[in-house]
């Protein structure tokens, strides 16, 4: 597991959101990308080049999905 502090200051690279931990602290998501960020060994890769193309409207109950943003 991911230390929350860690998780806290973990941002996209790419357009600095904050980042979501699947249920496994496998991946890390950013919605607004529509990008995952593999977590190896408990550290968090966070490149550009090693995201992984992924489909936010395809998992509509994947994470992140309880938060209330208003805009
Ligand atoms: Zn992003």
Not at 6 to 26: G, K, N, S, Y
Request: charged share 30%; proline share 10%; glycine share 6%.
């Amino acid at each position: 597991m991911l230390d929350p502090k860690l998780l806290e200051i973990l941002a996209c690279p790419a357009c600095r959101q904050p980042v979501t931990p699947d249920e496994a602290h496998a991946w890390l998501y950013c919605r607004k990308c529509a990008v995952r960020y593999r977590v190896e060994d408990g550290i968090p890769i966070m490149l550009v080049e090693e995201a992984e193309k992924w489909d936010p409207a395809r998992e509509q109950a994947g994470p992140g999905t309880q938060d209330r943003e208003q805009g």
